[in-house]
């Protein structure tokens, strides 16, 4: 095992990967501990000639069927001989400082998990830690109505954490898979991520199962990353679909909870 750390980006005609790249070159240098590999999930030619323009600065693992987020990121991490990875989506970025700050917390203690806080980019919070999930919570995000969601206020907050402190790191159950650094013996000794979940509450199951195996989360406010992030199941139809196919599969998993 060796002393470097993997980033491992999972892709399929992912708009933002070009901005996400251009600053990794910019805070990262040509020269650093960290090594880029992208998993393009059967992306367009154009697309993928455009990723390889970047050359010595990622390693290019494609595949011609698109088998989701968890098998593209399990695919990277059973290739490579490091002790931490960074689960990064193609649409967040960051500062090298807070990338290294991030991996001393985990190399701190005994962790499975960091996640920082992610922040939209006008800089206010996106709230994606979760302490539990149950069907009403998730399908009331969904709500178009503001009137509906102000008088469920008070569930919202607490489904969405949105109390946890800002002056103290926090032990979680469930981080975003947008971005957590990661061990990866412990994320193999639980099996990665469950592939059954092509999209969608991959990283609340990766997250419960470390639990289940006894491992702890921490939650950072200290370090932020900013994440593109478009809302995808909320806009279009296909993407909705595949989320409640996910959530049922969830749910069947971990044990149907309604409210």
């Known amino acids: 095992m060796n002393d470097r750390i993997t980033i491992s980006i999972v892709t399929h005609n992912s708009r933002h ?17 960290y090594d880029i590999h992208i998993f393009d999930n059967a992306s367009e030619q154009e697309y993928i000639n455009q990723l390889e323009l970047y050359g010595s600065f990622i390693t ?19 290739m490579v001989d490091t002790q931490y990875a960074v689960i990064f989506n193609p649409d967040v970025l960051l500062t090298k400082e807070a990338l290294d700050k991030l991996l001393q917390r985990i190399e701190a203690e005994p962790l499975a998990a960091v996640c920082p806080k992610v922040l939209n980019s006008d800089g206010t919070t996106q709230y994606l830690v979760r302490q539990k999930l149950d069907v009403f919570d998730y399908m009331l995000r969904f709500v178009p109505f503001q009137s509906v969601k102000k008088l469920f206020d008070k569930r919202l907050r607490y ?16 981080g975003s898979g947008c971005f957590m650094v990661i061990d990866i013996d412990k994320f193999k000794q639980i099996g990665g991520f469950d592939e059954r979940f ?28 900013t994440h593109l992030y478009e809302k995808g199941a909320h806009k279009n139809k296909k993407l909705f ?7 049922i599969k969830f749910f069947n998993k971990w044990g149907w909870r309604f409210f």
């Open 17 to 33: 990967i070009f901005d996400v790249l251009d600053n990794l070159k910019l805070e990262l240098g040509l020269e650093s501990i």
């Open 60 to 78: 290019m693992h494609k595949s011609e069927e698109n088998k989701g987020f968890g098998y593209g990121h399990n695919q990277i991490l059973k």
């Open 159 to 174: 489904y969405e954490c949105r109390d946890l402190p800002d002056d103290q790191t926090s032990y979680i159950k469930m």
């Open 198 to 225: 092509f999209m969608y509450f991959e990283d609340n199951d990766l997250c419960l199962s470390f639990g289940k195996a006894g491992y702890k989360i921490l939650y950072t406010p200290f370090e932020t990353v």
């Open 241 to 247: 679909k595949i989320f409640m196919q996910s959530m």
